[in-house]
């Protein structure tokens, strides 16, 4: 039979299944492969358009260049800015705590006598007090945080909260398991600038228990940033652990809709466009750490375990709007958003990518992670008498090096990927990072 049919001469299609045929003719139709080509293209326009919208351009000159590329005889008679350094600690972390205000004096306050505020969410003992007093070189203030700031907000249902911050310890994310890390990454995020215990200052250099600073800082920082207009600095820039706030860049990209903020080059820094064409990117809304257009968020941004900043940006405004938006949501307990994460999408939001100061030229060191700038040829000012009781074994100088008497081998300056880093200075440097690093930011 199968024979007498082939015989027959039955066309080729006829002999194949109904799902076979129509395959057969969509390969085989020239119109269909021009509508299939003209669609490729098509999305592949549409997909090249879409990021062309989050390029960011390097400026023709740098925006946001140094403060100091060498020593300075430091300027003690100089007027002083209405500042003050913070440090969030404990009666149990006096070692820490000394360590770093001992460091600080040494590299920096010696000189310029800044007041230091202590916090802590319980009253403090008089060992940490007197410890502290002997050590600094100005003004002392020891601020117990109020209650109603360090727990959870009135309207929260605490059980469900608790089995929220119980369930993510379970699961492993990151500090997420302990409820006073929550207590603290929401007092960060919003209450602490609103503390009497800082109502009288303008500026804040928030510093930490067990952090090392290594270069001198022949400089007063807080004069600079306001000479230069500056409102953010930091030193490190890292990616956030995933798992800690993935509904975070949703949230804030929506309240960035609903009150029309402009885009700013800052923000695009930090998103990563989809490379998916429409109407698929819209699907990829579903996933963690997207807007509702499909587009994410590399998860960069600023470690704020070190900052000097402006109290009044974060204080009022804007910036206490998205706060109280982000508050209502509950996500600081159900989910663990940090403070870092907070501040680096609400200033890249809010804010022109030269308003945002990095500083290189500080030697610092918090956990594992570092920076270490080379030390300036031919600028240690070995001869200076105010710069005397320094170390002299400061690290060798090396060419283009910024820092001042950096005790840290300034070789490897960062021990930590750039990727983050690159993609958050590119609005400001002329400086190109290696092809490799530059590829991946478009996609990482």
């Known amino acids: 039979m199968l024979r007498r049919f082939l015989s027959a001469g039955a066309p080729l299609h006829r002999r194949r299944g109904p799902v076979t045929r129509f395959f057969s003719r969509l390969l085989l139709s020239r119109q269909s492969r021009i509508a299939l080509f003209l669609l490729t293209l098509a999305a592949l326009a549409n997909v090249i358009l879409h990021a062309q919208q989050y390029s960011v351009r390097r400026p023709i000159v740098g925006l946001d260049e140094p403060f100091a590329t060498t020593c300075r005889e430091p300027d003690v008679t100089a007027p002083r800015e209405n500042a003050a350094l913070v440090m969030l600690a404990r009666n149990g972390e006096l070692a820490a705590a000394k360590r770093t205000v001992e460091s600080i004096e040494r590299h920096f306050n010696r000189w310029f006598h800044y007041p230091i505020v202590f916090l802590n969410d319980e009253a403090w003992d008089d060992e940490f007090v007197t410890a502290m007093n002997a050590t600094v070189s100005g003004e002392a203030r020891f601020e117990v945080i109020p209650q109603a700031e360090w727990t959870f907000p009135a309207w929260m249902d605490v059980g ?65 940033m306001a000479r230069r207009d500056k409102v953010y600095g ?55 750490h997207r807007d509702r257009f499909g587009d994410g968020w590399s998860l960069c941004h600023y470690w704020s375990n070190f900052e000097i900043a402006n109290l009044d940006f974060f204080r009022k405004g804007e910036y206490q709007d998205m706060f109280q938006y982000l508050d209502k949501t509950g996500k600081f307990y159900t989910e663990r958003w940090g403070d870092a994460a907070v501040h680096s999408l609400a200033l890249a ?60 081998d300034g070789s490897r300056n960062v021990n930590f990927g750039r990727r983050c880093l690159n993609r958050l200075k590119k609005p400001n440097t002329t400086k190109q990072p290696p092809l490799w690093e530059a590829f991946l930011g478009w996609f990482l």
């Open 349 to 408: 939001m809010l804010l022109d990518a030269q308003r945002v100061h990095h500083f290189e030229d500080f030697g610092y060191r918090h956990d594992w992670f570092f920076q270490c700038p080379a030390n300036a040829p031919g600028g240690q000012l070995p001869g200076s008498e105010l710069l005397s009781g320094e170390s002299s074994s400061w690290a060798p100088e090396r060419e283009g090096g910024i820092g001042c008497r950096c005790e840290c």
């Open 160 to 224: 469900r909260a608790r089995e929220s911050i119980a369930r993510q310890g379970r699961e492993g994310i990151l500090y997420a398991g302990m409820e006073t890390y929550h207590h603290m990454c929401r007092f960060y995020s919003g209450k602490f600038y609103t503390l009497d215990a800082l109502k009288q200052y303008r500026w804040y250099w928030r510093i930490e228990p067990d952090v090392d600073f290594h270069c001198s800082i022949t400089y007063d920082p807080f004069v600079e």
């Open 234 to 288: 930091y030193t490190i820039s890292l990616p956030e652990e995933p798992a800690t706030c993935p509904t975070l860049f949703r949230e804030i990209a929506d309240w960035k809709e609903q009150h029309n903020i402009p885009t700013t080059d800052l923000w695009r820094s930090m998103v990563s466009p989809s490379w998916a064409p429409w109407p698929v990117r819209s699907f990829l809304s579903w996933f963690r």
